[in-house]
């Protein structure tokens, strides 16, 4: 790859923030133009089409991670690509102005959280299974949020694939913790299919929460059980969430990704 070759790549956001022009997150920078945000970054590439590719993965992941920590689903349209140094041609992509829409300001910890997600993803082994679990979990969130509004229900199942899928990485340190306990009862000659039988998803899912230093844990045992009427009813019907069960299933999801990134940083230190 030719390194003189660098483009600026541009998502013009159709809502955001108030924030700071020139604000920089990571490796990408917000501007503001024809009355809208906008957030770039800048990339080596040997043409425009693979700047693309390159430019826009980049600012996907750190509209996620703004994503997850506000519950806020972030759309762009338009990606622009404009070559800003290396050999001619410059090529630059056509121009649109899109109508933005303006969102209650974040505040600077908010910010300090975001940052600190990104370097976490950053660091992050590409090969791990915990980072795999991380990026589907990711995907699930994003699409919960692109459905809220939409398919609640659809929504809620996406928000509890996120519980769901992070817990599973607990699963195996439940059963020690099981083992220990029952050290010195009646039960301690339980087989394995036995202890196994002990893991439900309601005592997996609160165990995992206690590990990653979520307390707030009251509204699992009603997400868990609403999540069960799912299955219960394989119909067409649309099952019903209150408002009550969905936020708190979005909230959780939202803190589960947040906590394990910092876990997994902790692991990735060690």
Known sequence: MNEKNSYLVKAP???FHEVEVGRKIADCEFGFEHNQYFLSTIVNADDQEEAKKKGELRLQQVLSVFTIHTGISYTYDAIRVDQISGEQPFLHSSHM???GRTYLPLGKEKIEQIEKSLEVLSKLPNQEKSTKRVDRAINYYLRGCYLETQWS?????NFFKVIELVSQDFAES?????NS???GTLL????LEETEKLRTQKRLVRFACEQLGITEVDSISRIVERRAKFSAHATLREIIVSSEEFNSCKVLAGRIIMNYLSHLQTLVED
């Open 174 to 178: 439940y059963l020690h913790m099981v």
């Open 13 to 15: 956001l159709i809502g």
């Open 188 to 191: 301690k000659d339980l087989t």
């Open 181 to 183: 306990q029952l050290k």
């Open 97 to 99: 102005v899109l109508v």
């Open 153 to 157: 229900s659809e929504s809620f199942l």
